[in-house]
């Protein structure tokens, strides 16, 4: 996470990496873990090497991507005990020659050029001051040709569905963060409704579209799932 809401995301996130991946599938409604899947099949399409996962939180999208392919990962993220915890995981799942975790901002990302062959990122979007400048920055460190790959909340565009999804994200989620995981949860569950909401009024789908492919990635394509609920995007870097 970064950007504007840097400080504040550290804020709301660092009380919760014990628990970060169960809470994520209830307050998922248990679909958190069917969209990284997507998520991490496309960005590993073409056997990349080299893979960065940014916003990569107690590591767990890094630790799919080293589980399902051979790619060395990197992992940042600007919480540190989010790294904290991702760095005893890795370790219990026997893969600290492959998973490395760095803590920094994916708007200002500490790599040279075009290093990766494929790049995740994950719940990034909404904390950063310049969705659009954050996009190309994530795009300058991935080679020409290699992979993007993008996993955020979504709204369902169907009134019925979004209507149930907003009596879910106002009322439901809130009250499933507290009595799964205390205040620190019950206040991620106020958060989350709005800031999508929020988010996808300042950047529709179509906006984000466009902001890929102005940051240099082509062949963009996108799968809205659950009903809508989840957005997994990808393309791939121009030039390859």
Do not use: C
């Not at 370790?91 to 494929?118: I, M």
């Not at 009595?179 to 300042?202: D, K, N």
Request: glycine content about 12%; hydrophobic content about 45%.
């Amino acid at each position: 996470m970064a950007g504007r809401s840097s400080g504040f995301a550290q804020h709301l996130f660092s009380p919760l990496p014990t628990r970060y991946d169960r809470l994520a599938e209830v307050l998922s409604f248990g679909q958190n873990g069917r969209w990284r899947r997507e998520m991490v099949g496309h960005a590993l399409s073409f056997s990349p090497s080299l893979v960065l996962d940014v916003a990569t939180g107690p590591a767990s999208v890094a630790r799919q991507l080293a589980k399902r392919s051979a790619a060395t990962v990197t992992g940042v993220d600007v919480t540190r005990a989010m790294l904290e915890q991702g760095r005893q995981l890795v370790a219990a799942d026997g893969l600290a020659d492959r998973v490395h975790l760095v803590r920094a901002s994916g708007d200002e990302l500490p790599f040279p050029d075009a290093t990766f062959d494929a790049l995740t990122f994950t719940y990034l979007l909404r904390y950063v001051e310049d969705p659009a400048a954050t996009l190309s920055e994530l795009a300058r460190v991935v080679r020409p040709g290699g992979v993007v790959a993008n996993l955020e909340f979504a709204v369902p565009a169907s009134s019925t569905w979004h209507a149930l999804w907003w009596m879910y994200t106002r009322a439901v989620l809130p009250v499933a963060g507290l009595v799964t995981g205390g205040r620190a949860w019950w206040r991620v569950g106020v958060f989350l409704g709005p800031s999508i909401t929020g988010h996808y009024r300042r950047y529709p789908i179509g906006w984000t579209l466009g902001a890929w492919e102005r940051a240099g990635i082509e062949q963009v394509a996108y799968r809205q799932m659950s009903l809508g609920g989840g957005l997994v995007m990808w393309g791939r870097k121009s030039g390859g």
